[in-house]
T-cell receptor, first 112, second 118 residues
Framework: GENVEQHPSTLSVQEGDSAVIKCTYS??????FPWYKQELGKGPQLIID?????GEKKDQRIAVTLNKTAKHFSLHITETQPEDSAVYFC???????????FGTGTRLKVLA | NAGVTQTPKFQVLKTGQSMTLQCAQD?????MYWYRQDPGMGLRLIYY???????DKGEVPNGYNVSRLNKREFSLRLESAAPSQTSVYFC?????????????????FGDGTRLSIL
């Protein structure tokens, strides 16, 4: 079945450094890839997304890149701040359905 | 604007008890979803409702039932709770997809129900 692998499971960076989280998906027909941030005790919140007809999208300090050939997509956070500390999830929509498959999450810690 | 509201926020049950988790959205979304979140396993889809009047199974439907009460509300029922159903449950909603099932239709999540079954 469809699968999304996410790495790393934990990531610690110094404040001001960059963080990169990578995901690989199995369904070559997937066409929409959202990223979510989950803070403690809260539900996941959408932070950025990308469609399959776009290779890169940027929103201030956050960017997402997509390589359709390799079936990889990545989240890049620059100039990290302590408030970026959270769990991040990638997801891919299963083509032709209303369903999404989520990665297993990355716990990001930004050290002050 | 409340978004997606889940009740209760916390619940402890004994094995064999039943309960219903409630979810309501005020964004006029057509599609609604129930997920469970377990450590190291991300979010797994239990059931979803593409539109009012329809429901379909997700990855892990066993032991659960759902009801799409109206466009706003989508409930999840555990008929006979088991310890393996201890988890955090999230409800989500999204806009209707077009007929080609394409487009940017992000999901909006509630803050979850933390359920413990003893």
């Amino acid at each position: 079945g469809e699968n999304v692998e996410q790495h790393p499971s934990t990531l610690s960076v110094q404040e001001g450094d960059s963080a990169v989280i990578k995901c690989t998906y199995s369904d070559s027909a997937s066409n929409y890839f959202p990223w979510y941030k989950q803070e403690l005790g809260k539900g996941p919140q959408l932070i950025i997304d990308i469609r399959s007809n776009v290779g890169e999208k940027k929103d201030q300090r956050i960017a997402v890149t997509l390589n359709k050939t390799a079936k990889h997509f990545s989240l890049h956070i620059t100039e990290t701040q302590p408030e970026d500390s959270a769990v991040y999830f990638c997801a891919a929509r299963v083509s032709g359905t209303y369903k999404y498959i989520f990665g297993t999450g990355t716990r990001l810690k930004v050290l002050a | 604007n409340a978004g997606v509201t889940q009740t209760p926020k916390f619940q402890v049950l004994k094995t064999g008890q039943s309960m219903t988790l409630q979810c309501a959205q005020d964004m006029n979304h057509n599609s609604m979803y129930w997920y469970r979140q377990d450590p190291g396993m991300g979010l797994r889809l239990i059931y979803y409702s593409a539109s009012e009047g329809t429901t379909d199974k997700g990855e892990v439907p066993n032991g659960y039932n759902v009801s799409r009460l109206n466009k706003r509300e989508f409930s999840l029922r555990l008929e006979s709770a088991a310890p393996s159903q201890t988890s955090v449950y999230f409800c989500a909603s999204s806009e209707r997809f077009d007929r080609g099932l394409t487009g940017r239709k992000p999901q909006h999540f509630g803050d979850g129900t933390r359920l413990s079954i003893l």
